[in-house]
């Protein structure tokens, strides 16, 4: 017997044709970032099909926003690397 629900990523598929229009009137940048967003979703589709919520954009924004908290904590952990290399130059050559 076949599958009476669409799966998660054919939904997101047919969210991502909903928002061509949109993406159209974006600047070429912003088109390359509105892509990305929809990659960090796809990146997630097991975890959002799990979830069968009746509202899949809601899937679709928490994928977009774990995805963007892992960036921002990978950042963090650079920029701290970098303040650590240079308060370790630092020590014992400042006035």
């Given at each position: 017997?076949?599958?009476t629900n669409?799966?998660?990523?054919?939904?997101?598929?047919a969210l991502e044709r909903q928002w061509a229009d949109y993406r159209r009137g974006l600047r070429r940048?912003?088109?390359d970032q509105f892509d990305?967003?929809?990659?960090y979703a796809r990146s997630h589709?097991?975890?959002s099909g799990y979830l069968n919520h009746p509202e899949p954009?809601?899937?679709?924004l928490v994928?977009?926003?774990?995805?963007?908290?892992?960036q921002l904590e990978e950042l963090a952990a650079r920029i701290e690397t970098?303040?650590?290399a240079i308060d370790g130059r630092n020590d014992g050559t400042e006035r």
């Open positions: 017997m076949g599958r669409a799966t998660y990523r054919d939904t997101l598929r940048d912003e088109q990305r967003l929809f990659e589709a097991d975890a954009m809601y899937a679709l994928s977009i926003a774990l995805e963007q908290e892992a970098l303040e650590e």
